[in-house]
């Protein structure tokens, strides 16, 4: 059974805390995704890495980093977490080509919560 | 740049009723692909369907089927007598050929659906 999964599924954070979000999958997939999910906004892309050590911006990258040292994980990081950050965030992968765009694997996604 | 329209944010209908996710899409590319994801109340998105732009064949799986028109850039989505576990929110995506972002989706704002008893 194929798995995307993130280290918790509830965080609470105060502002001004660097925040790690972890995020494994293992499914041995070269393509690795972070989403940021709000209510009337949908899903935004943050960031997304299609190898190793490589990171590319998406729509949002404002105020996140990311980190991709192993294949199979990519972490999420808010290096001074702001309240504006409160939010659900989804971890993806997929393989590559469009042979592969079937579909994207997701995780159960974390929620943040800024204080 | 692409940009997906979910214009019905929230649809609430009676078990056994018919019910039509709207989705209306735009991109600059010939070759682009579109996608439903279903989001239950659990979190997890599901996928459910892929299509591509060379493919305007509407799809039937069981209750679900999706209607793909090029002609008015529209992928919607038809739950046929609906059950209370089809509640959930339904996000219609894109990815356009020319993909400058490895394949990321672009996501519409989604539709939340509730099914009463």
């Known amino acids: ?115 | 740049a692409q940009k997906v329209t979910q214009a019905q944010t929230e649809i609430s209908v009676v078990e056994k009723e018919d019910v039509t996710l709207d989705c209306v899409y735009e991109t600059r590319d010939t070759t682009y692909y579109l996608f439903w994801y279903k989001q239950p109340p659990s979190g997890e998105l599901v996928f459910l369907i892929r299509r591509n732009s060379f493919d305007e064949q509407n799809e039937i799986s069981g209750r679900y089927s999706w209607n793909f028109q090029k002609s008015t850039s529209s992928f919607n989505f038809t739950i046929t007598a609906s059950q209370v576990v089809d509640s959930a929110v339904y996000f219609c995506a894109l990815i356009p050929l020319n993909s400058n972002s490895g394949y990321a989706l672009n996501f519409g704002k989604g539709t939340s659906l509730l099914v009463t008893p």
């Open chain 1, 1 to 115: 059974d194929v798995k995307v999964t993130q280290s918790s599924r509830y965080l609470v954070k105060r502002t001004g805390e660097k925040v790690f979000l972890e995020c494994v999958q293992d499914m041995d997939h070269e393509n690795m995704f972070w989403y940021r999910q709000d209510p009337g906004l949908g899903l935004r892309l943050i960031y997304f890495s299609y190898d190793v050590k490589m990171k590319e911006k998406g729509d949002i990258p404002e105020g996140y980093s990311v980190s991709r040292e192993k294949k199979e994980r990519f972490s999420l990081i808010l290096e001074s977490a702001s309240t504006n950050q409160t939010s659900m965030y989804l971890c993806a992968s997929s393989t590559i080509g469009l042979a592969s765009l079937n579909e994207q694997f997701f995780g159960p996604g974390t929620r943040l919560t800024v204080l």
